[in-house]
Each structure stands twice: as structure tokens, then as C-alpha cells.
């Protein structure tokens, strides 16, 4: 969970690199084994949906659009 705007800043460069890297490696596929290919790139994309969903409710929270957030203990 992001609990300040430096965590925030921090993950949206995060985000933004993983983005990035999602995006250079349709340009590498003939470089990386097919499933090797396969398994990291769903493994960043989950990582960024991830981000994604944190960097949303932290904006939603700051903004005054979400009034509590539920806490998950795995």
C-alpha cells in the first residue's frame, strides 16, 4: 500500500519502466527463448497491474474519492 507521496512518486517511475520494458521486449523475441519470453513478460505485467491498482487507490484516497481501504493479512 502507498502511504506517502514519496512511495507515490516512486511507483509511478515504476510503473513507468515497467511499461517500457513491456514494450521493448516484442523487439527482442527472437532473441529470448518463446517461454522464457512468456513467463517474464506475464510476470511484469502483473507486477504493473499491481502498481497500477496501488498508485489508483492511493490517488482515489488523496483526492477524497475513497473513504477506507480494506487491508488483506496473507
Not at 510476470?43 to 484516497?61: C, K, N, P, V, W
Request: charged share 30%; hydrophobic share 40%.
Amino acid at each position: 500500500m502507498i502511504t506517502s507521496e514519496r512511495q507515490y512518486a516512486v511507483s509511478k517511475k515504476q510503473a513507468a519502466r515497467f511499461q517500457e520494458t513491456l514494450e521493448q521486449y516484442d523487439a527482442r523475441r527472437s532473441e529470448i527463448h518463446p517461454k522464457a519470453l512468456n513467463a517474464m513478460r506475464e510476470g511484469m505485467e502483473s507486477q504493473l497491474q499491481d502498481l497500477l491498482a496501488e498508485i489508483a487507490d492511493y490517488e482515489r484516497l488523496r483526492g477524497g474519492r475513497l473513504a477506507s481501504l480494506a487491508v488483506r493479512v496473507e
